[in-house]
């Protein structure tokens, strides 16, 4: 069965830090993109990274450089987000999502296909 499942996500104060992780099952992760993306309540999925998983090239919206770093574990079949620096405007749901081949980026949802559950991220104080 193809599947994604993320997790990782939680509650944590401004600055602070998490990292989410996708656990990948049913498919070679060579063979595709896994992105991660996120969402709130009345706006559009947007999306956050991307990574190449045969070539470990990755991709990050703007808002994102230098505060999240996005990697993969191929032996574990995982992909990691990690978050630093988080701000209240990072609260959201977060998926990751596979593309195949080298489509998935720049990461948009259409090119997407197969999706994890999401995971909350909350950030408070």
């Known amino acids: 069965q193809v599947q994604l499942v993320d997790s990782g996500g939680g509650l944590v104060q401004p600055g602070g830090s998490l990292r989410l992780s996708c656990a990948a099952s049913g498919f070679t992760l060579d063979y595709y993109v896994i992105g991660w993306f996120r969402q709130v309540p009345g706006k559009e999925r947007e999306g956050v990274s991307a990574?190449?998983?045969?070539?470990?090239?990755?991709y990050y919206a703007n808002s994102f450089k230098g505060r999240f770093t996005i990697s993969s574990d191929k032996n574990k079949n995982m992909v990691y987000l990690q978050m630093n620096d988080l701000k209240p405007d990072d609260t959201a749901v977060y998926y990751c999502a596979r593309a195949p081949g080298r489509i998935g980026i720049p990461p948009k949802v259409a090119l997407y296909d197969v999706w994890g559950q999401g995971t909350q991220v909350t950030v408070s104080s």
């Open positions: 990574i190449v998983i045969s070539d470990g090239h990755t």
